[in-house]
Nanobody, 127 residues
Framework: QVQLVESGGGSVQAGGSLRLSCAAS???????????MAWFRQAPGKERERVAH????????YYADSVKGRFTISRDSAKNALYLQMNSLKPEDAGMYYC?????????????????WGQGTQVTVSS
């Protein structure tokens, strides 16, 4: 199995920055298969939405329109870690942020169908 643990959430004023981290642990075999990792977020009363994902096999990334130009997703395979640099934060960015991972044979598959999820880290943005 694979365990994902997020960290780095917190409270910040609008315009500020946070860097989220996601550490993967567990089966080395399964971790080495993972080539697609994503960040999702869920605000109270709203559906969970995909914020960004990275497909390391193709080098492709995806960002939700609402975060383009402000958030950057990156992965350090040597450390089994995923990051989300969030700049120019807005109150609407607040929510619980989740890390997710999967093996995706094609980049088209990278974005949904994640079997591995973290417990989440809370982000609060005050205006």
């Amino acid at each position: 199995q694979v365990q994902l643990v997020e960290s780095g959430g917190g409270s910040v004023q609008a315009g500020g920055s946070l860097r989220l981290s996601c550490a993967a642990s567990g089966s080395t075999y399964l971790i080495n298969l993972i080539n697609c990792m994503a960040w999702f977020r869920q605000a109270p009363g709203k559906e969970r939405e995909r914020v960004a994902h990275i497909h390391t096999s193709s080098g492709s990334t995806y960002y939700a329109d609402s975060v383009k130009g402000r958030f950057t997703i990156s992965r350090d395979s040597a450390k089994n870690a995923l990051y989300l640099q969030m700049n120019s934060l807005k109150p609407e960015d607040a929510g619980m942020y989740y890390c997710a991972a999967r093996f995706a044979a094609t980049r088209a598959q990278c974005g949904a169908g994640f079997p591995y999820w973290g417990q989440g880290t809370q982000v609060t943005v005050s205006s």
